[in-house]
């Protein structure tokens, strides 16, 4: 959807449309959250029916409880879904416990700058809860995450509405380009480090599994 598509949708839903994209879409929906938001700030700035402190605020706190069900959703029915099925798709009980010894040691930079990642974003709170990351942390990071992410876009299609009205497209290839280029560069790194990873995943999580 274009920038004018997703600003009519603003016009005439309001906050409702825009929050219930955030709620959604952090808890594994894929819908252009992001992009709506941006829309929504920038109508803010053009006309003054919309208050940027209510999309912020209200924002942040939809798109946490998104990533707070995400994580339930994934943690209570997705590990066991991966444990019994996962061996047909390739992921064999040491892949699994290599993703969670990931999400042990990295889980808070994961959570907390996925939400900037395009493609992945939605995915979170969806990959520490099949991950098990402990849901306390999980809460930390998922919460600062929400803010950093919601402030960042809302602030930003508010104060330069121009500037993102002209270089939406170029920074959404941009985005796509950069999510591609991370999501390779932690197949290589896992690549060349994979049996020490596995190792060290497989002496931590055994030894607290009972081996």
Do not use: C
Not at 78 to 96: I, N, Q
Not at 116 to 129: E, Y
Not at 142 to 159: E, I, K, P, S
């Amino acid at each position: 959807m274009t920038l004018a598509d997703l600003s009519t949708l603003v016009a005439h839903y309001g906050y409702d449309v825009v929050f219930a994209a955030l709620l959604l879409a952090s808890a594994g929906v894929p819908l252009p959250a992001g992009e709506l938001l941006v829309a929504a700030a920038i109508y803010a700035a053009k006309t003054g029916r919309l208050s940027i402190a209510v999309l912020t605020l209200g924002g942040i706190l939809m798109a946490a409880v998104g990533g707070v069900a995400g994580y339930g959703i994934a943690h209570s029915l997705g590990a066991v879904g991966l444990s019994r099925f996962g061996g047909a798709v390739g992921l064999s009980p040491a892949r699994l416990r290599l993703g969670r010894y990931l999400f042990l040691t990295h889980g808070g930079k994961i959570v907390f700058f996925i939400r900037f990642i395009a493609v992945l974003g939605p995915f979170g709170g969806l990959l520490a809860g099949v991950n098990r990351m402990p849901w306390l942390r999980f809460l930390l990071f998922n919460g600062l995450g929400a803010a950093a992410w919601v402030t960042t876009m809302a602030m930003g299609g508010y104060l330069f509405r121009a500037f993102f009205a002209s270089v939406g497209r170029p920074i959404g290839f941009a985005a796509l380009a950069g999510a591609v280029g991370l999501a390779i560069a932690a197949i290589v790194y896992v690549h060349r480090q994979g049996a020490s990873l596995q190792a060290k995943a497989d002496a931590l999580l055994l030894e607290g599994d009972g081996g």
